[in-house]
């Protein structure tokens, strides 16, 4: 027997739940970049894209993140979002690509929605489609939690893309212990998401343990901000309220980073990490649920975007 | 805090939805905009009571047709624990899906219908989770209010149900009698049975002792990665980059490098966070070795004296997933650990009833959901153990080699 020449005791030899679910992403990274030829991390500057930053990170340390970074850029950003983006991309050292949907609008490619401040959410799937085409990468990176979002919460780890970059939740490939089925023929491509079993209050507490640095709008500040379709929403170049829609200052912070349109803050005075775990403890909404107007368009919002190739 | 997996499956009717709608509930996993979406559609559709189902079954067919289609995850975390539920279709059209759940649970949580008893399904889920070797099988006999909560309802259940347990391999089988509907011990112990002396379902969760369940014994790191950083400071670095599959590893060991046979010892095994006196599984992490040898993704770094089987041979329990039938004859692609390598079904021995345990040894195919021995000849050795010793270097997936989808599960058993 190695038992006792491995000292393998009984109850020793334990990881907590972040380090296990850390060390299956780490797993899940080095997979992908092993079996595919060409694959990139999709960066939004939100505290989920952080996390699979750092895990891109330990997978190859001491060397480098072997894949290049890709930020889909609305252009309706919040200022803070993007400076944090170019800070942590530096310090890195990694290659930043950026593909834009004012240039895929500019192109043709895409038509600005109407009406006053258009989200500019769905257009990013366009955007987003042409770069994997035209730079050719077979596996995308995303940060998507499964706990989310009810669709989410039915979708693989590698999610098969046909040539048309579209989701088929029906038809997806069983996926048994941590055995991933990469493969695929030229033009289709595969998203993975490496921390589909983290949880927003594991986001948070990792942050924690980790120290890593966010975007300051995640943590309590003032903001100018009005209510549009129930939500705190910022005012700013993209957004203009109506007439109706009267602006004032709030203490607040945002539980999730997308375009300045459709995302809205909580109202909330928790300016540290360990402020916001106990805030996300104790709260009753869930995060998508509390700040994103993109998922209030219907029962199967979410599900009929990443059909057409979303996030 | 720890994790625990666990994998549930069951139909509408057995009280399965309304169990884990409250453990989510009560553990505060359920949020308002959640319940109110379910209620909303709950009523539109003209249910006079919140079908918590609405909550798991997040696609939009499943939503139209009222059913569970695929394995959906719901997380939910107690002060003791943090728990991922696979939560599968009980139909014996699902087996794959919940083959899949299974496979990666630390338990599995077996719904039974007290007025019903032990039915068909019971028998299934009993014997697939013995079959993916899930270490903690828990069955919940629910609706005791439906029985009066009597006694002898349960333990006639108990008795049978061991008896049909005694044909598996079940290391360790509890039974808590539940009413999911009332509350009766889910999350606190109830008062409606006082003769039933064990935990509440909330609290065997939070405390069922898994961590002996993986494997310390066997040391096995298949190598995912080569870490070649090409900066100046760490100019002769070269990693070995992989995940602990079994035992423990510590520098200064001795080890054996598969297929090339050659032996060397660990220098360091090095984290992000910097090195550590021992790696074990889970974790991720990279080995150094004292010499230069050649070592490639696929390769397998385990001890002198305690090596995995090697070889082209193999014999398994496979679970068939898709339309097109296995056969006799036919080429597929077969992923082990880090590797892709190419294999024949050289032999069909038996297809079992996932019901009743038969097996037909006339069977020629394998077809959707079907369960059976096969023998398959692969183009390279593999480095496995018997999966009923090792759930992560026992098993592989099968990939069909035209249409590139996951075709099979199959399980390694010791050779011939």
């Known amino acids: 027997m190695e038992t006792s020449q491995s000292g393998a005791v009984q109850g020793q030899y334990q990881l907590s739940h972040l380090r296990a679910i850390e060390a299956q992403s780490i797993h899940i990274i080095r997979e992908v970049a092993a079996e595919f030829e060409r694959p990139v991390l999709l960066f939004s500057g939100g505290k989920d894209s ?131 089925n990469g493969r695929h023929q030229g033009g289709e491509h595969i998203r993975v998401f490496p921390i589909s079993d983290w949880t927003e209050l594991d986001v948070w507490q990792y942050i924690g343990e980790e120290n890593l640095d966010l975007p300051t709008i995640y943590y309590s500040h003032q903001r100018e901000v009005f209510v549009r379709d129930g939500m705190l929403i910022s005012t700013g170049p993209f957004v203009h309220p109506r007439a109706d829609e009267e602006v004032f200052k709030e203490t607040v912070r945002y539980r999730t980073v997308g375009d300045m349109t459709c995302t809205g803050a909580v109202e909330s005075s928790a300016s540290t990490v360990e402020e916001i775990i106990i805030e996300v403890a104790a709260s009753r909404l869930t995060e998508r649920g509390a700040t994103r107007a993109d998922d209030r368009v219907s029962e199967a919002a979410m599900e009929d975007r990443k059909r057409e190739g979303y996030f | 805090m720890e994790l625990l997996r666990f994998a549930t499956a069951g139909s509408v009717d057995d009280g399965k939805s309304t169990l884990i709608g409250r453990l989510l509930y009560d553990s505060k996993a359920i949020f308002e905009d959640q319940l109110e979406a379910v209620e909303r559609v709950s009523a539109q559709r003209g249910n006079d009571y919140t079908d918590l189902a609405l909550l798991t079954d997040g696609l939009r067919a499943e939503r139209e047709q009222g059913i569970t289609i695929d394995v959906a995850y719901r997380y939910f975390a107690t002060p003791a624990r943090k728990f991922i539920i696979a939560d599968t279709p009980g139909h014996v059209q699902y087996t794959r899906n919940m083959v899949t759940g299974n496979s990666t649970a630390d338990l599995t949580m077996v719904l039974v219908d007290a007025r019903m008893g032990i039915v068909e399904q019971t028998r299934r889920h009993a014997f697939l989770a013995s079959l993916l070797r899930v270490p903690h099988l828990l069955v919940c006999i629910n609706k005791m209010d439906l029985v009066d909560y009597d006694q002898a309802v349960f333990d006639r259940i108990c008795a049978e149900f061991t008896a049909f347990a005694s044909r598996l391999d079940v290391a360790d089988l509890t039974f808590i009698p539940i009413s999911a509907l009332k509350g009766d011990n ?98 991720s992490v990279t080995m150094r070795l004292a010499d230069n040898i050649d070592i490639s993704r696929g390769d397998m770094i385990c001890r002198p004296h305690n090596k995995p089987v090697v070889g082209q041979d193999l014999e398994a329990m496979v679970c068939w997933m898709t339309d097109k039938p296995l056969k006799v004859g036919d080429f597929m692609m077969l992923k082990h650990t880090t590797r892709w390598v190419k294999a024949v079904v050289r032999e069909l021995h038996y297809r079992l009833d996932v019901n009743t345990l038969h097996r037909d040894e006339g069977a020629t195919t394998l077809t959707l959901n079907e369960v059976g021995r096969v023998a398959l000849r692969v183009t390279q050795p593999l480095f496995y153990d018997p999966y009923r010793r090792n759930r992560q270097t026992g098993s592989f997936i099968l990939a069909d080699e035209g249409s590139n989808i996951t075709a099979g599960a199959g399980m390694l058993l010791r050779p011939n």
């Open chain 2, 186 to 283: 889910v999350v606190t112990r109830s008062t409606n049975m006082g003769w039933y002396q064990g935990t509440s379902l909330l609290h065997h969760l939070e405390t069922v002792y898994i961590a002996s369940d993986r494997n310390l014994i066997d040391p096995r790191m298949p190598v995912q990665w080569v870490v070649r950083p090409h900066a100046a400071e760490y100019h002769d670095y070269r990693g070995y980059a992989g995940r602990i599959d079994g035992g423990v590893f510590r520098p200064g060991d001795e080890v054996l490098i598969l297929p090339s046979g050659l032996t060397t010892t660990i220098a360091g095994i090095d984290t992000f966070e910097g090195p550590v006196e021992e790696a074990f599984a889970p974790m």
């Open chain 1, 50 to 180: 952080v996390i699979m930053l750092r895990l891109a990170q330990k997978a190859f340390a001491p060397g480098r993140i072997p894949f290049p970074v890709m930020h889909i850029d609305t252009g309706h950003n919040f200022p803070e979002v993007l400076e944090f983006r170019d800070r942590m991309v530096a310090d890195l050292g990694a290659t930043l690509v950026v593909a834009s949907v004012q240039e895929s609008i500019d192109a043709g490619r895409s038509t600005e929605e109407s009406g006053s401040d258009p989200s500019r959410n769905r257009l990013q799937t366009r955007t987003l489609l042409d770069a994997i085409t035209d730079q050719k990468f077979d596996a995308v990176f995303g940060g998507a939690r499964r706990d989310e979002e009810k669709a989410r919460a039915k979708e693989r780890v590698y999610s098969f893309r046909d040539e048309f970059g579209q989701w088929d939740p029906k038809n997806q490939r069983p996926e048994l212990w941590s055995l991933y």
